[in-house]
C-alpha cells in the first residue's frame, strides 16, 4: 500500500542554518499528489505546500520543495531557519486511486535555537 | 470566514464512560475525517465521510463511531472510553478531490482515566 517516510523524530537547528526535512513515498499510483503540512504549537496544522507536477519547484513562505518521481521524494528545505520555524512537519501523499485520504509521514519536529 | 471548528477542546472522562466530540465547518465541504495525533505516531485517520450519511472506516476504526446527518457536522462517538483512547483529536474537512487542501480544526484534547 500507499506510504511516506519522513526524517524520524526530532532536527535541532541553530538559527540561520538551512533547513531539509527528507520525505519519500511509495505508491503504485503514477501521478501522486505530495503534501507538506505545518503544525504550530497551540495552533491547528495547516497546509505549507503542495505539488504534483515533476521537478517542478514549489514555495511557500520562504520554504521549498521540489516533486521528484523518479526518486520519489518531495525533501522540504528553506535557506536560513527562523526561531519562528519551530514546528511539527507532516509530509503527506494522496496516491492509489484518489479517495481523498491522505497518507500521513509520522512527523518531524523542528526546533530552532538561537 | 473559512473555519472549522470543534467541541469541546478538553475533555478528561473516566474509562467506560461515552464520550461525544463535534466537529463543524463553514465551507461546504463535502468531504470531513477524524483524525488523532499521538507523539512519534503522526496523524492517523479514523474515519472519513463523503457526504452526509456516506461514511468510511480510517486506518484506525476500532472502538469509535461517526455521524454526519449534516454537511457541516460530523461527530466522533467512542462508546465506553479506554484508557488508550487518551490523545488529541482532530476534526478535518476538504473539497473534493485528491489534491484538496484538507483544513484543520483545533483539536480536542481527551483524557480517559
Known amino acids: 500500500g500507499d506510504s511516506v517516510t519522513q526524517t524520524e523524530g526530532l532536527v535541532t537547528l541553530t538559527e540561520g542554518l538551512p533547513v531539509m526535512l527528507n520525505c519519500t513515498y511509495q505508491t503504485i499510483y503514477s501521478n501522486p499528489f505530495l503534501f507538506w503540512y505545518v503544525h504550530y504549537l497551540n495552533e491547528s496544522p495547516r497546509l505549507l505546500l503542495k505539488?504534483?507536477?515533476?521537478?517542478k519547484r514549489t514555495e511557500h513562505q520562504g520554504f521549498h520543495a521540489t516533486l521528484h518521481k523518479s526518486s520519489s521524494s518531495f525533501h522540504l528545505q528553506k535557506s536560513s531557519a527562523q526561531l519562528s520555524d519551530s514546528a511539527l512537519y507532516y509530509c503527506a501523499l494522496s496516491g492509489t486511486g484518489n479517495t481523498r485520504k491522505l497518507i500521513f509521514g509520522l512527523g518531524t519536529t523542528l526546533q530552532v535555537q538561537p | 470566514d473559512m473555519k472549522v471548528t470543534q467541541m469541546p477542546r478538553y475533555l478528561i472522562k473516566r474509562m467506560g464512560e461515552n464520550v461525544l466530540l463535534e466537529c463543524g465547518q463553514d465551507m461546504s465541504h463535502e468531504t470531513m475525517y477524524w483524525y488523532r495525533q499521538d507523539p512519534g505516531l503522526g496523524l492517523q485517520l479514523i474515519y472519513i465521510?463523503?457526504?452526509?450519511?456516506?461514511?468510511s472506516e480510517g486506518d484506525i476504526p476500532k472502538g469509535y463511531r461517526v455521524s454526519r446527518k449534516k454537511r457541516e457536522h460530523f461527530s466522533l462517538i467512542l462508546d465506553s472510553a479506554k484508557t488508550n483512547q487518551t490523545s488529541v483529536y482532530f476534526c478535518?474537512?476538504?473539497?473534493?478531490?485528491?489534491?484538496?487542501?484538507?483544513?484543520f480544526g483545533p483539536g480536542t484534547r481527551l483524557t480517559v482515566l
Open positions: 478535518a474537512s476538504s473539497w473534493t478531490g485528491g489534491f484538496a487542501e484538507q483544513f
Open positions: 505539488s504534483s507536477t515533476d521537478n
Open positions: 465521510s463523503y457526504d452526509v450519511d456516506s461514511n
